[in-house]
Antibody, heavy 120, light 110 residues
């Protein structure tokens, strides 16, 4: 079945780095743009980043630009989020989500999320 | 990009209808029809229930409907059911390949 499974979350000190992974299965991964969206504890959704289907283009929320890097490996059906210079306000559940080619910015399948806590 | 504005809470009795607003600006909601709504139950991932202002994905109940007027999009839930109790988020294209979400509305079924 169509599935996204995130991993790589954990506890990291302020200023540290972490790489999140998202494994996709059950669909033609290379035709979908992919997103990362986060949700701080008790808060709403915040869009983080997008990577185009072919990995050639990316975009970021202003809050993470210059600190986070989104990438993908279509041969492995994986999408990544490399996070550096982490701050306390980066603490959140991080979801990956797919964006179908026939629409635009419609996140139709989400993973279960991976928890990131930035704390000393 | 600033978050879209949603009321923090909304409520209704079973069988009633409730409408949730999502207010943006001419740079996002007012300028694009790439507006979606997501339902999120506690401890679960969000699920899209409306996209492109008013279209429903396959399998989503027709009790959910969407519309837009100017800089404000709206989600209407008709025939409220207990399982509709959840958080609802709107999203809009904000230009520059960026997406912006609303702050979320907690819907309570009385």
């Amino acid at each position: 079945q169509v599935q996204l499974v995130e991993s790589g979350g954990g506890v990291v000190q302020p200023g540290g780095s972490l790489r999140l992974s998202c494994a996709a299965s059950g669909f033609t991964f290379s035709t979908y743009a992919m997103h990362w969206v986060r949700q701080a504890p008790g808060k709403g959704l915040e869009w983080v980043a997008i990577v185009w289907y072919d990995g050639r283009n990316t975009d970021y929320a202003d809050s993470v630009k210059g600190r986070f890097t989104i990438s993908r490996d279509n041969s492995q059906n994986m999408v990544y989020l490399q996070m550096s210079s982490l701050r306390a306000d980066d603490t959140a559940i991080y979801y990956c989500a797919r964006d179908p080619p026939e629409q635009w910015l419609v996140l139709d399948i989400w993973g279960q999320g991976t928890q990131v806590a930035v704390s000393s | 990009q600033s978050a879209l504005t949603q009321p923090p809470s909304a409520s209704g009795s079973p069988g009633q209808s409730v409408t949730i607003s999502c207010t943006g600006t001419s740079r996002d909601v007012g300028n694009y029809n790439h507006i979606s709504w997501y339902q999120q139950h506690p401890g679960k991932a969000p699920q899209v229930i409306i996209y492109e202002v008013s279209r429903r994905p396959s399998g989503v109940s027709d009790r959910f409907s969407g519309s837009k007027s100017g800089d404000t999009a709206s989600l209407t839930v008709s025939g409220l059911q207990a399982d509709d109790e959840a958080d609802y988020y709107c999203s809009s294209y904000a230009g520059g390949n960026k997406l912006v979400f609303g702050g979320g509305t907690k819907l309570t079924v009385l």
